[in-house]
């Protein structure tokens, strides 16, 4: 069984960098693993996401300022983040799952979420 815990979450004044970072134990080193945020009152959404062959992928509004990566060596998976913007406030979850397909509808393992404030 796959647990995620992560950790790099913190407040920030617009403009700063984070970097958040979600160690797996168990086996994810062919795994789909991804970040997704949450704000109160709205749905969770994907913020990036990196499938089993290393592609990463990003939703439009953190191009260019957010990277994921992953370590399988230490089997943690990584979130530069960059140029932070206030709207970029919120809880953010890591994910994995054998699958991409698996990890966008929620059919995966999630942490239990690390805070980010980015203030004005």
């Known amino acids: 069984q796959v647990q995620l815990m992560e950790s790099g979450g913190g407040s920030v004044q617009a403009g700063g960098s984070l970097r958040l970072s979600c160690v797996a134990s168990?086996?994810?080193?062919?795994?789909?693993m991804g970040w997704f945020r949450q704000v109160p009152g709205k749905e969770r959404e994907r913020v990036a996401d990196?499938?089993?062959?290393?592609?990463?992928r990003y939703v439009g509004s953190v191009k260019g300022r957010f990277t994921i990566s992953k370590d399988n060596a230490k089997n943690t998976l990584y979130l530069q983040m960059n140029n932070l913007k206030p709207e970029d406030t919120g809880t953010y979850y890591c994910?994995?799952?054998?699958?991409?397909?698996?990890?966008?509808?929620?059919?995966?393992?999630w942490g239990q979420g690390t805070q980010v404030t980015v203030s004005s």
């Open positions: 994910a994995a799952a054998p699958l991409r397909a698996q990890l966008l509808s929620n059919q995966g393992v």
């Open positions: 168990g086996y994810t080193t062919t795994h789909a």
């Open positions: 990196v499938d089993s062959d290393g592609s990463p």
